[in-house]
């Protein structure tokens, strides 16, 4: 019998508090910190629920959320408890999200000795009119101050969140975005178009008429915008959203390694509240709830929310348009090595 090679698998694990939420964000979190004591408990719980999976994993991802409102201590304890319950490679890439306004020199060199070896700051943007629209809670210059205490810190893998596409915005004022970005040298960028989500502030601004979206034909501009000028600065376009900066000798780029698993088809699992997982052909994902999930957690129950098992044809579409994301493309059926799609090399 032909033993499959399994793919190494991502480690996701999602933190549901940040200082306040932002106006276009629907991403899970809530501003109640007195449920993080609570929350810590029963995601150490859910490793150990999860710790007989076969699966080596080789990326671990702390998102949210905002990981960085946690006591400092705490992001060492979820590594800890992470690797002592999974199988995680020792050269895998770790990753932590961060907020320019919760960090300090001292919490990000405790991340570095933990062992976190690659920080995603969400700056969103250098100018301070923006940061105040999207509800952000820091400044222009705490986030400037954050990057040059990663450096301190001794991060030499970083990379800056971006959106574009804000009301009044123009390819001037975005230009100046990106270049004060690619000035500080990040090794990733992720460039993400304002989209308005179904219940955010944002959305019911914009269907009161208080504010107006830009236009989809400027948004594009900007988009294009943006690869003309990345790919010029020495970044690889490798997905919709992501650049990657080539350096070194090799002129290697700096790709996601966690999130190429995601538009790759690889398994990955996520704990916390409304994490997703997949372990082929089955995506399964959690309660959208800290006070629900603690209470499944705690009555030694699974903080499961929903599954669903995918068909061959479900997962071939999927395949496809995960494919196309990314400037790997897809694979031509009987073609061996070549590749198509929108971002594959011609
Ligand atoms: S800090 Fe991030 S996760 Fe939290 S509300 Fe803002 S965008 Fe959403």
Redesign the pocket.
Known sequence: MEIMPVKPAGLYVHIPF?LR??SY?D?Y?ISDLSQTAGFLAALKREMQMNSGTPLVFDTFYIG???PSVLETEAIGQIIDAATGYFNIASDSEITLEV?PGTVTLESLRAYRRFGVNRLNI?VQSFDDNNLRFLGRIHSVSEARLSLERASRAGFDNIGLDLIFGLPGQDKTSWLSDLTAAVDIEPEHLSCYMLTCEPGTPLDRDVKTGRIHLAAEGTVLDLFNTTIDFLTTHGFLHYEISNFARMAGADHKARTSRHNLKYWSFAPYIGLGPSAHSFIEPERYWNHRSVAKYVRQIEAGKSALAEKERLTKEQMMIEAIYLGFRTNRGIDLPGTGSNRCGPMAPQ
Do not use: E, P, V
């Open positions: 940040c939420k932002c964000c991403f979190s949210g959320g905002t907020n969400g």
